[in-house]
């Protein structure tokens, strides 16, 4: 019988393993809800979505929206700060429950990640360093430009954007190539450090706003080439999150009626920008 028992025993243990690797067990809402803690990925250096403070405490627009989402599930919000790309990409292994780090639904996404409705929307933004010289988009055929990797500002270079909003999108300047950097905040560093070896940078108009206020030599270039609908997201592949998402969705809309989001926004950027632009 030993031999028996100590079989059973180690399926036993490998189940668990699995179970403790995938975030499988239960439900995403139950599974929160039983921590009292909800696990969020965010970026550390996303001015003014989410970056340290002097204290190295993190705040911002995500971060305080991140707050309030947990305080109506009734639970702490805890950060967590892995790279971009693996958000974006799901398959998050129970690593993290949720996502508010001004991720874009993009139709690729929806393919591995559930989405809230849109929190708010950004313009994306071109900006040209000033010693470029560059004064309208049109002026960025055949030049380098900086952008974040895994984002929707370079699937726009390459053609690869599909905004599952259907946002319009503007025409790709002939023969722009991108240069690829690990996040946002590094383009706007190289070019305040005088390391660039580009005449532009892609962002959301908050961050390049952000940005030049904190003096980098840059100038906003052009209107936005399009609108990003910006949401909190779930992976696919984790815990059964319908339960979750059906109370996420209720959270969301609530605070988009309460005017909570509304404040938030105007607190961190100074303008109303939780509406979709028409």
């Known amino acids: 019988m030993r031999p028996k028992r100590t079989f059973a025993l180690l399926i036993t243990a490998l189940v668990v393993l699995v179970t403790a ?3 499988g067990g239960g439900d995403l809402l139950t599974n929160v809800q ?8 965010t970026d550390p250096n996303y001015e003014p979505q989410s970056f340290l403070d002097d204290n190295g405490e993190l705040i911002g627009f995500d971060i305080d929206v991140a707050k309030e989402i947990a305080e109506r ?13 693996l958000v974006q990409a799901g398959g998050w292994n129970g690593q993290w429950d949720l996502s508010v780090g001004s ?4 139709e690729p996404r929806l393919e591995v990640l559930d989405f809230s409705p849109p929190y708010y929307f950004t313009p994306a933004q071109f900006a040209a360093t000033e010693a470029s010289g560059i004064s309208s988009i049109e002026e960025f055929a055949g030049t380098r430009v900086c952008v974040a990797a895994a ?12 905004l599952g909003s259907g946002s319009e999108l503007a025409a790709v300047p002939e023969g722009i190539e991108s240069v690829v950097l690990e996040s946002d905040a590094l383009c706007a560093e190289s070019i305040e450090a005088g390391r660039d070896d580009f005449e532009g940078w892609i962002s959301s108009s908050t961050t390049v706003a952000a940005a030049i206020e904190g003096g980098v030599a840059i100038v906003e270039v052009g209107d936005p080439i399009f609108y990003e609908p910006l949401a909190a997201a779930t992976d696919k592949s984790g815990p059964d999150n319908e339960a979750f998402m059906a109370e996420l969705t209720d959270i969301v809309n609530a605070m988009h009626e309460d005017g909570t989001l509304t404040e938030l926004s105007l607190q961190w950027y100074g303008i109303d920008i939780t509406t979709k632009a028409e």
Do not use: M
């Open 34 to 41: 039983n921590a009292g803690t909800i696990k969020v990925s």
């Open 151 to 162: 984002t929707t500002y370079l699937d726009w270079i390459n053609g690869d954007l599909v």
């Open 103 to 106: 991720i874009t639904i993009t």
């Open 73 to 85: 599930l009734g639970v702490e919000a805890e950060f967590v700060t892995p790279t971009f790309d």
């Open 21 to 23: 690797c995938t975030g």
